[in-house]
């Protein structure tokens, strides 16, 4: 990035400063949102089906609040380092954000209804859901639609960022971070990444904004989700399965992928680790991240076993207790570099070249 800026450091503490004050204004509103949507669906009120018995200790508010707050001072340093610039994440205007808070709010009580009567899986009654993998035909996260309406795509960014008290920018761009370290002074043009299972186009836009020159595109299995990808960022995408990726061997410099690998059953995870091996150029890079361990956050532990109880995640508890790195050396993908903020880790892996 520093190339196309070319205006030293002080344009890049600027930044920095910007992106502190787009964090704050966030953090505000998103925490608000997530404070509304808890009042009304409250997931540990009242008799649910879950019952989740705590095994980790209490969690600490004062601990978790640093923990939040790092996530985007680790964001705003790596602006003020010129590694990437301000990033709008989400709504683009307060009318946007407005509707999108508004709509998660009055979607709520549709999920605390599933959530109470455990249903994870009302999506495969749905037509759309038809031909698709069993393990992906779920209401992941009890939200509507699963991932399979185009309310669902428009939705899902404001749920997110409702959950994590709009921390999920900062904490999926730990990704980010250890890419553009590594691309850091090289020629972006005719590098080619893949955005796998980019959803509705956050880290997409990220991409977009970190790497202009650079041929990017996402893939995901969701039509819906991949058309909201579309109208946000302007890069194209395909639908396909992260089992079989459309592309030929050895063919691109990057992949990244936020989020996918906690929502895959065990013995998906290998197939898909094996793909991204496959379609990675020898010295090619996979910028990973998803949700941290309880190995990595022994304070949060009580967090991370209450997420997969009250957010239907049929395949965390296996995902937590999986070897990262020896799962994606089993594909012949070697750990050069990681991170972590707030609830995501990160992993750089490369391909020997
Ligand atoms: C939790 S979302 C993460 C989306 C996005 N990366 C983000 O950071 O918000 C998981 C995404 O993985 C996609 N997905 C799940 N299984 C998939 C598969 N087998 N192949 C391709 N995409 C898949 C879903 O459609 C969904 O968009």
Known sequence: MDEQRGSGRSAFALDGASQRAKAAVKAAWWG???????????????????????????????????????????????VAAGLYPPME?????????????????????????????????????????????????????????????????????????????????AMRRRALSLLAKHWRGQDQRGLKLIDLACGSGSFLCDL?????????????????????????????????????????????????CVYLFHELPPRVRPVVAAEIARVLKPGGVLAFADSVQPADEPNLSRLLEAFPAYFHEPYYSTYAETDLPALFSGAGLRLIDQDQAFLTKALLLEKPA
């Open 208 to 256: 977009d904004g970190a790497f202009p020159r650079a041929a990017i595109g996402g893939l995901d299995l969701s039509r819906a989700y991949l058309a909201a990808a579309r109208s946000r960022s302007k890069r194209g995408g395909v639908q396909a399965n992260a089992e079989r990726l459309p592309f030929a061997d050895a063919s691109l410099d990057a992949v990244t």
């Open 32 to 78: 608000a949102a997530g404070s509304v949507t808890r009042a009304l669906a409250n997931p540990t009120r009242g008799e649910a089906k879950t019952k989740f018995e705590p095994q980790g200790p209490p969690v600490s508010a004062a601990r978790l609040r640093r923990a939040y707050l790092a996530a985007f001072d680790k964001d705003t340093a790596d």
């Open 89 to 169: 994440d989400g709504p683009r205007n307060p009318a946007q954000a407005f509707r999108r808070a508004l709509d998660v709010i009055a979607d709520a009580k549709a999920v605390d209804q599933r959530r109470r009567r455990s249903d994870g899986v009302e999506v495969r009654d749905e037509p759309e859901s038809q031909g698709y993998p069993t393990y992906y035909r779920q209401n992941f996260h009890y939200q509507s639609g699963g991932w399979f309406t185009d309310a669902s795509a428009q939705r899902y960014e404001a749920q997110v960022e409702a959950l994590f008290s709009g921390a999920a920018g």
